[in-house]
Each structure stands twice: as C-alpha cells, then as structure tokens.
Nanobody
C-alpha cells in the first residue's frame, strides 16, 4: 500500500509561481505512476500531469502545458509540480495520487484518468487572488 502526502499550496497572485510537493512512500517512484489532479468548486476533478516508470514521458493537460512542469527526485521519493504564470482559473484543491503499476524501463505515457490511481493524498489548496 502506498502513502501519499502533498504540500506547498497557498495564496498566489495571478502571474505568480508556486511549487507543490508530493511524497510517496511504500514503493520507489520508478516503480510507480504518480499524478497530479485538481478540483475547483462545483467542477469535476481534472487530471493535471503525471509521470511513471522511466520518467521519459510526462503527460500534461492542455490547460497547463507550457506553464506547469512536473519533475521527481527518486532518492527523496518526491514528485514536484512547478506552476508558473498562474491564472485565477488554476484555483483549486490539488491532489497527488499514485499507483503501484510501473517499472523503471516503462516508457508508455501515463494516463490522467483519476480511476487509474488507487492511492490519494489529502489535497492542498491553491488560490489565485489579486
């Protein structure tokens, strides 16, 4: 069983930057798939970005591509979501989720469907405010 803990949310002005962290315990990151999701009030949960296995391919939602960057530090068991040029519509609770379904030589792109991830963190609030 994997354990997932997010951190790093906060209040940020439009155009600002913020970095979220996700610590995954119970399985090495290169043997896992890790994704970031978000849910704004009154909206469905949306997949933001994910990484798996070899880490060669990283998937991004069209709404964040070019502004958000996902990276990981396997030694620290941590996945980062660097968010730049934040917009008011980025306001949401951000969740990190994980699955124990990968291996280090896996290069197939991960999916951004929430049902693919059985382990979830508690969420961290990101609020864009002027």
């Amino acid at each position: 069983q994997l354990h997932v803990v997010e951190s790093g949310g906060g209040l940020v002005q439009p155009g600002g930057s913020l970095r979220l962290s996700c610590v995954v315990s119970g399985r090495a990151l290169d043997y896992s798939t890790v994704g970031w999701f978000r849910q704004a009030p009154g909206k469905e949960r949306e997949g933001v970005s994910c990484i798996r296995g070899s880490g060669v391919n990283i998937n991004y939602a069209n709404s964040v591509r070019g502004r958000f960057t996902l990276s990981r530090d396997i030694a620290k068991s941590t996945v980062y979501l660097q968010m730049k040029n934040l917009k008011p519509e980025d306001t949401a609770v951000y969740y990190c989720a994980a699955a124990d379904n990968a291996h280090p030589w896996l290069e197939i792109m991960c999916a951004l469907g929430s049902t693919d991830y059985p382990y979830w963190g508690q969420g961290t609030q990101v609020t864009g405010s002027s």
